[in-house]
């Protein structure tokens, strides 16, 4: 059980180019999300998805863009990047179904640079 | 709305005890405790789903107080591997399991 990998570990942008940080997690769980984190900051949602082919906004996204087409999968993808976007960025999975079951599991993260 | 934790930073020694405060303006339906290392992602501790329900494993502990909303973290006779930042998510009922997540407090345990 590998539980939630990322890839790439770092990366390094430049302003206007665009790029899709890779997730996957087999732990069948329904739910997955995508967080940032800022230097010093707590967690903020950017997207999440409740299953397959389902997704929805969450508190900060904007300049972002996601897709889950497998239970696996949640990839995200960065638009013409920009400064604000230098974070660290994790991706999360739950069961979600059952209250004992909500527990996030987070991927090691992304830590993304734009110059 | 995101939930204030109190205090920001804490520094203890080693079997002193800290109580980490989460509270929120909303109806809760959970709040989760997550632990992050430095350079590390966050890790699950514990999720408190009823009001005035109290849970903990060893020496790290939790309330919810369902009525004023809010969420008390204990950690008691602290050990050095207990430092680190600590999260409260905070979640209601219509949110879809999303949690929205406190700024943090920083715990540093010194021998």
């Known amino acids: 059980n590998a539980g939630v990998t990322q890839t790439p570990k770092f990366r390094i942008l430049k302003i206007g180019q665009s790029m899709t940080l890779q997730c996957t997690q087999d732990?069948?769980?329904?739910?997955m999300y995508w967080y940032r984190q800022d230097p010093g900051m707590g967690l903020k949602l950017i997207y999440y998805?409740?299953?397959?082919?389902?997704?929805d906004k969450g508190e900060v996204p904007n300049g972002y863009n996601v897709s889950r087409s497998t239970t696996e999968d949640f990839p995200l993808r960065l638009e013409l990047a920009a400064p604000s976007q230098t974070s660290v960025y994790f991706c999360?999975?739950?069961?979600?179904?059952?209250?004992?079951?909500?527990?996030?599991?987070f991927g090691p993260g992304t830590r993304l640079t734009v110059t | 709305q995101q939930p204030v934790q109190s205090p920001q930073a804490v520094i203890l020694r080693e079997g002193e005890d800290a109580v980490i405060n989460c509270s929120s303006s909303?109806?809760?339906?959970?709040v989760h405790w997550y632990r992050q290392k430095h350079g590390e992602a966050p890790v699950f501790l514990m999720i408190?789903?009823?009001?005035?329900e109290q849970k903990g494993h060893e020496k790290i502990s939790a309330s919810f107080n369902e009525k004023k909303q809010q969420s008390s973290l204990y950690l008691t006779a602290s050990q050095l591997s207990y430092s680190g930042t600590y999260f409260c998510?905070?979640?209601?009922?219509?949110?879809?399991?999303?949690?929205?997540f406190g700024e943090g407090t920083q715990l540093t345990v010194n021998p």
């Open positions: 999360a999975s739950s069961y979600g179904l059952r209250d004992d079951l909500r527990e996030q599991y």
């Open positions: 732990m069948n769980h329904n739910y």
């Open positions: 998805s409740v299953g397959a082919g389902i997704t």
């Open positions: 909303k109806a809760l339906y959970s």
């Open positions: 408190l789903l009823k009001g005035g």
């Open positions: 998510g905070t979640e209601i009922r219509t949110s879809g399991s999303r949690l929205t």
